[in-house]
């Protein structure tokens, strides 16, 4: 009897069956599913959008046309000005500090700009930038939101749980930097933003590693405690210096968690619209997988494995079997330890080995969402078993901003 995923393979084939591997597909059916039900767990606040996770500008018009969708989290300015130049959004945050001296010419230059990006900071260094560019006298007012570290560090600080970002971890120290940029020349505080790397993008449930998972719930739990208070107290400290426009936080992994904290205005997500592998170990919320890539049978070495052409688009983060490709369809296939995903080749093992001729398909899912699109030019959009639209990712316009 079929199952569910040897009707994908079937339907990819078919929908897919004039072009040449690689090439990557987006499923319609699955990727607006993603959307809707993103925006249901957000429990009725707006999802901003996070463009490293989707990185194809039509893909992104999508998104935002699903209710409950409001605003994009770009991860460079110079991509900021881009989506804003292309009138995606009137409301473009930036998730990093910015020293690109040119992009902020660019930004310093144009009120329209101005007053629809949105910087990020977390050290006075990087209004001294803005400055050193354009002085305040000589440009439009810069909108500026804080970058509070969302870490957890018990212990007294001995022990550090989440990514290491910004250096402001105290409702002291986000009060002192609210000050200063509320009472500097030039610049309006208007935001506050909070990334749980720890509970948003490390997942609850690893495959097979049950011990693992029961301690990263519980450090989770307690992170969430943590934070929940102090994210309360600096929002309330920097409320008393101005009026805070947006309040962010989360991300795929916790927009439901992160949505209960009442301090909290909008929720950043974005990779489960593609829903890639490392969000297959979440046990809250798993997306629907939406995007793919094909590579091709090219070699048979022997009856037990078949070689594909390519298949090594490995994702960042530590160097882990989770950052590979996982050879999806058809199913039994696994890669060999010795060799992993290749550069130009990868030779692939297991029970749906030994079915497969040259020329057939091999469909891949990525890791992580957005980076699969640095590897082609376009997306194709199937919808049922027929492509039909494809649309070029930011690589396929001729950009690459990381």
């Known amino acids: 009897m079929a199952t569910e995923r040897d009707e994908l393979r079937d339907r990819l084939d078919r929908a897919t069956a004039h072009l040449d591997p690689p090439y990557a597909v987006v499923d319609l ?14 429990g009725g606040k707006p999802l901003r959008l996070a463009s490293k996770s989707v990185r194809s500008r039509e893909l992104t018009r999508r998104a935002l046309a699903t209710p409950g969708w409001r605003g994009i989290m ?32 660019e930004l310093t230059a144009d009120a ?3 007053e629809t990006v949105t910087l990020m900071v977390d050290d006075v260094a990087q209004l001294d930038l803005v400055d050193d560019v354009r002085p305040a006298d000589r440009r439009p007012e810069i909108r500026v939101c804080l970058d509070l570290d969302a870490s957890w560090r018990p212990l007294g600080g001995r022990v550090h749980v989440g990514v290491r ?12 930097l609210a000050a200063t940029v509320a009472e500097r020349p030039g610049f309006r505080l208007v935001g506050l933003m909070a990334y749980e790397a720890q509970i948003a993008g ?10 693992l998972g029961a301690a990263i719930r519980f450090t989770q739990r307690r992170s969430y405690r943590e934070l929940l208070h102090r994210r309360s107290a600096v929002v309330a400290a ?3 210096l101005t009026d805070l426009e947006l309040v962010n936080g989360g991300g795929t992994g916790s927009v439901a968690a992160t949505s209960a904290d009442p301090s909290i205005t909008e929720i950043t997500a974005g990779s489960g619209l593609y829903g890639p592998t490392l969000f297959d170990g979440y046990r809250a919320w798993r997306p629907a997988p939406a995007a793919f890539f094909a590579c091709s049978v090219v070699r048979r070495p022997d009856p037990t494995v078949a070689t594909v052409l390519g298949g090594g688009w490995i994702a960042s983060g530590p160097a882990a079997a989770s950052r590979l490709p996982t050879p999806w369809l058809p199913e039994g296939l696994s890669m060999i330890g010795a060799e992993g995903a290749g550069e130009v080749q990868t030779p692939l093992t297991g029970p749906g080995a030994a079915g497969l001729d040259l020329g057939d398909r091999v469909w891949f899912r990525h890791a992580k969402a957005g980076e699969l699109c640095e590897r082609v030019n376009d997306l194709h959009l199937v919808d049922g078993d027929e492509v039909v639209a494809t649309v070029p990712t930011y ?3 001729g950009r690459a901003f990381l």
């Open 238 to 240: 920097v409320s008393d």
């Open 395 to 397: 690589r396929g316009e």
């Open 202 to 211: 490390l997942g609850d449930a690893p495959p097979g590693q049950a011990m």
């Open 29 to 42: 059916t699955a990727f607006d599913a993603n959307a809707t039900a993103l925006a249901g767990r957000a």
């Open 112 to 114: 329209a700009l101005a």
């Open 165 to 176: 970002r910004s250096p402001v971890h105290t409702a002291q120290a986000a009060a002192t």
């Open 74 to 105: 770009a991860f460079t300015l110079a991509e900021a000005i881009w989506l804003a130049r292309a009138e995606l959004t009137t409301d473009v945050l930036v998730a990093y500090p910015t020293v690109g001296r040119g992009s902020l010419g």
